[in-house]
């Protein structure tokens, strides 16, 4: 089984609508990240969260809401979507231990479409 | 704002060729990862590199951390198909290694 699952693996939604991407993970790490990305600029950190009540925006959170529901969700919402948050959205974890990098281990990615 | 610019943006080369990626910024790293993506699925980590000079192998991968620690190389000997994907650099900060910054992505192609 896959150490960091995302649902749903892809989704097209109207304009104005509330999306929900949803991602698990079995690792056991504290750490949690939600990135976008878009052909030609890599991955932008949208949010991310060091354990269950810690949250702090990334680059690009205007659009964007998340919840830490525990240590192994992480949810991304977005509140009103439009078409230029159509994107790749790849959800990451990684360990606060010591001797780490903070090397991150990702999902499957989650790719959305507003129409 | 850290930037990490990786070049060439495309690479498209025949099988059994040599190849170097690069990975250049303005700011210094505490340390840097490199991650290669393939179509469908997340980037998977290859290799950190932490200190300045540092020269990790991983097979037919060479990959360099410069003595700044500001920019980085990826060298591929003898390439392959299953080689081909999108290569990333990501830097972490000085003074904590809570984000990483990521590089904008080198797409490799292997002819057979």
């Known amino acids: 089984d896959a150490d960091v699952t995302q649902t749903p693996r892809n989704r097209i939604t109207k304009t104005g609508k509330r999306i929900m991407l949803e991602c698990s993970q079995t690792?056991?790490?504290?750490?949690m990240y939600w990135y976008r990305q878009d052909p030609g600029l890599g991955l932008q950190l949208i949010y991310y969260?060091?354990?269950?009540?810690?949250?702090n925006k990334g680059e690009i959170s205007d659009g964007y809401s998340v919840s830490r529901q525990a240590q192994a969700k992480f949810s991304l919402s977005l509140e009103s979507a439009i078409p230029n948050q159509t994107a790749l959205y790849f959800c990451?974890?990684?360990?606060?231990?010591?001797?780490?990098?903070?090397?991150?281990?990702f999902g499957p990615g989650t790719r959305l479409t507003v129409l | 704002t850290q930037l990490l610019e990786q070049s060439p943006q495309f690479l498209s080369i025949q099988e059994g060729e040599n190849l170097t990626v690069y990975c250049n910024s303005s700011?210094?790293?505490?340390?840097l990862q490199w991650y290669r993506q393939e179509p469908g699925e997340g980037p998977v980590l290859l290799v950190t590199?932490?200190?300045?000079?540092e020269v990790k192998k991983l097979k037919r991968l060479t990959f360099q951390f410069g003595d700044a620690r500001k920019d980085s190389s990826l060298h591929i000997t003898a390439a392959q198909t299953g080689d081909t994907g999108l290569y990333l650099c990501?830097?972490?900060?000085?003074?904590?290694?809570?984000?990483?910054?990521f590089g904008t992505g080198t797409r490799l192609t292997i002819i057979p």
């Open positions: 990451a974890t990684s360990d606060a231990g010591a001797g780490s990098y903070n090397e991150q281990f």
């Open positions: 690792k056991g790490h504290d750490r």
């Open positions: 969260s060091f354990d269950v009540k810690d949250i």
């Open positions: 700011s210094v790293f505490s340390s």
């Open positions: 590199v932490v200190t300045g000079g």
């Open positions: 990501a830097g972490a900060s000085s003074g904590g290694n809570e984000k990483l910054t």
